[in-house]
């Protein structure tokens, strides 16, 4: 995201305080912009209500802020006013976090982050992903076999490959609703595990790399 370089970046939904504590200060630790977090009132309970009271939100909110986490902060699913309140009672006087300086470098993510640093000489990018160079991959891509050509990015990871470069573009000769469903198909099967399929179910971690033409 930092590449859009927005004004703030963060956390709300889905997550307590609790649980959102950990991701909230691996964030704080490298956004260079404002952080903010908006979390539920605990997580749902089994009537899918909220059982987080607002003295407890003031508790984890004001060592998010004393911790030096958050820029902007906020309630989301289960919080009240009460809760509000207690909020803006403890974050109250507490000197905002600093955003993080701007690193130079290239930052790229799968499952885990690949940061370019000062004297990395060398980054193996796998490059078989691709219809305009590879016969083979093209037409696994447009006979359907989406498996094999999943194993084909899986080969190159596990042979090396930091970075796999997924390369689309010839298709949109053919159709628009191909390269779409072949780039969704590599965002997140690559990205995630992919449980549907029977032989491949290890999750990729190294970033994928898109080509950015636009279909229309």
């Known amino acids: 995201m930092a590449h859009s370089k927005p004004f703030c970046i963060g956390f709300n939904c889905a997550l307590g305080p609790k649980e959102m504590r950990p991701f909230l200060a691996r964030l704080s630790n490298i956004a260079e912009c404002y952080v903010s977090a908006y979390p539920n009132a605990g997580l749902p309970n089994a009537l899918k209500g909220y059982d987080l009271k607002p003295p407890a939100m003031y508790d984890f909110l004001h060592e998010f802020a004393t911790a030096g ?3 902007l902060a906020g ?6 006013p009460p809760h509000i309140a207690q909020i803006a009672a403890a974050v109250k006087g507490i000197k905002p976090r600093e955003p993080q300086p701007t690193y130079p470098n290239m930052r790229l993510s799968g499952l885990e982050a690949l940061t370019f640093r000062d004297k990395q000489i060398f980054v193996n990018v796998g490059e078989r ?5 590879s016969r083979k ?3 696994m891509i447009m006979d359907g076999e989406y498996e094999k050509a ?3 990015a899986h080969a190159q990871v596990e042979e090396g490959a930091q970075v796999i470069d997924i390369n689309m573009d010839e298709v949109c000769i053919i159709t628009s609703c191909l390269i779409f469903s072949s780039l969704l198909f590599f965002l997140f099967c690559s990205l995630w595990r992919v449980p549907s399929f029977r032989s491949i179910t290890t999750p990729i971690h190294q970033p994928v790399v898109l080509p950015t033409t636009l279909c229309q």
């Not at 309630?75 to 009240?80: E, I, K, N, S």
């Open 69 to 71: 986490l958050i820029n």
């Open 75 to 80: 309630g989301c699913c289960g919080t009240t």
């Open 129 to 133: 992903c691709n219809i305009a160079g």
């Open 137 to 139: 991959f093209k037409k």
């Open 150 to 152: 999943l194993a084909v």
